[in-house]
């Protein structure tokens, strides 16, 4: 199949998630994408959990608020890009994604205003392992559920593997399924677990409580405990359907590395990761490619006419120019060469390469080069 410098592969999903570590250029990524498809016709969400919010600034938007915002068409005909279909973004918030949740669910008006007030909610809302990956993957299902996008970017924060992620619904699981709150949640009579189990999540409980005072905790405790008694089900049938889109084939992930060594060996251990939980990455972007010098002839000819061109310099200038076309080519040739590299590890994954940008990717006139990479009209090309 070849390194692709085009390339529409979101073409065929709802959804495209662009993990890697940090720096790499995962949200420049996934803000390109976005712009190419809202470009294409398609209806276009860009979603960022990164805590930099760098998509939403590049995109303009500046309130974090749960809510999708259309992206200015002021700032869309400044920096010339013409969409054909509207582009929205999100900055999912924790709270609010699981206050949605309990406003959503069947508890009586008066039960749910008593949950959202209550604090041990609110501290087991943010403080619960994985509650800011869950939440945005909530997010990621509800919007998708929502029907009003044909595609959803998603970026993701820094991390250092792909499976904290992925894992999250299935610690929300956990937890939910966990003896102990079993035992606390579900009445005595269905419950399968006695009274001596005061197993792991005990300690989650009990070092909850710990960390509050007042003679209202107790009170508060049972409030909670009845509330999510009349939630629990619901609650853990959608972590189960938000766990089952991380994996459906609408979905696709997409890793973002540089041709530098020691990026592209942390992208391949999420490649690894990924694939051994049964999810094939559907895209490679390596970003920051320095493409060969466009001579069309070898760099020893190239070297030759340059030289008798600068004949006329001081000697010293020549030299060192000299030496910046050798050193420009000797990076374009190691980037070449970890593509090829990287081609044939991945593979059959599609390997998209993204030129280095001589300025700085931080609003959409800078976006405007990388995302007509993700545009059709120019079709792919081998490299
Ligand atoms: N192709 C590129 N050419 C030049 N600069 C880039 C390119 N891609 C990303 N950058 C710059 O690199 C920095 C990190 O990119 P970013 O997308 O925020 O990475 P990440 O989201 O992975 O942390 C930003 O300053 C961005 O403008
Ligand atoms: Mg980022």
């Given at each position: 199949m070849g390194t692709r410098h085009v390339s529409t592969f979101w073409r065929h999903y709802q959804i495209v998630v662009c993990a890697g570590t940090?720096?790499?250029?995962?949200?420049?990524?996934?803000?390109?994408?976005?712009?190419?498809?809202?470009?294409?016709?398609k209806r276009t969400l860009a979603m960022t959990i990164d805590p930099s919010r760098r998509l939403a600034y590049a995109l303009g938007q500046h309130t974090i608020d749960n809510l999708e915002h259309p992206v200015a068409p002021e700032a869309l005909r400044e920096a010339g890009v013409e969409l054909q279909a509207p582009l929205h973004v999100l900055v999912p918030d924790v709270r609010r994604t699981f206050d949605e949740l309990i406003e959503r669910s069947p508890l009586a008006a008066a039960r749910k205003a008593q949950l959202l007030n209550n604090r041990i909610y609110q501290h087991f809302s943010s403080a619960l392992a994985g509650s800011q990956e869950y939440a945005a993957i909530e997010k990621l299902y509800q919007v998708h559920q929502s029907g009003h996008y044909d595609l959803i970017v998603l970026d993701t924060p820094p991390s250092q593997n792909a499976?904290?992620?992925?894992e999250a619904p299935g610690r929300v699981l956990d937890f939910l399924e966990n003896e102990t709150l079993q035992w606390l949640v579900k009445p005595a009579s269905a419950t399968r677990f006695p009274r001596r189990t005061l197993g792991v999540g005990t300690a989650f409980f009990w070092r909850t409580l710990g960390s509050m005072t007042?003679?209202?905790?107790l009170r508060e405790l049972a409030d909670f405990i009845l509330s999510f008694r009349e939630m629990y089900d619901g609650f853990r049938t959608r972590a189960a359907q938000v766990r089952s889109l991380l994996r459906s084939p609408q979905l696709a992930f997409t890793l973002v590395?540089?041709?530098?060594?020691?990026?592209?060996?942390?992208?391949?251990?999420?490649?690894?990761e990924l694939c051994a939980q049964g999810i094939i990455p559907r895209a490679v972007m390596v970003n920051r490619v320095h493409p060969m010098p466009p001579w069309?002839?070898?760099t020893t000819d190239a070297i030759?006419?340059?030289t008798?061109?600068?004949?006329p310099l001081d000697p010293e200038v020549t030299f060192q120019i000299i030496e910046a076309i050798k050193e420009e080519w000797l990076i374009a040739h190691h980037d070449s060469q970890a593509l090829k590299e990287l081609e044939a590890r991945v593979h059959p994954t599609e390997l998209v390469a993204l030129p280095e940008q001589r300025q700085d990717v931080h609003d959409l006139v800078g976006l405007a080069p990388l995302q007509?990479?993700?545009?059709?009209?120019r079709g792919p090309t081998k490299s």
């Open positions: 940090g720096g790499v250029g995962k949200t420049t990524v996934a803000a390109a994408i976005a712009l190419a498809a809202a470009r294409a016709g499976v904290d992620f992925l007042g003679g209202e905790t590395t540089s041709p530098a060594e020691n990026q592209r060996h942390a992208m391949l251990h999420f490649y690894d069309g002839v070898s030759t006419a340059a008798r061109l600068l004949e007509a990479l993700f545009c059709a009209d």
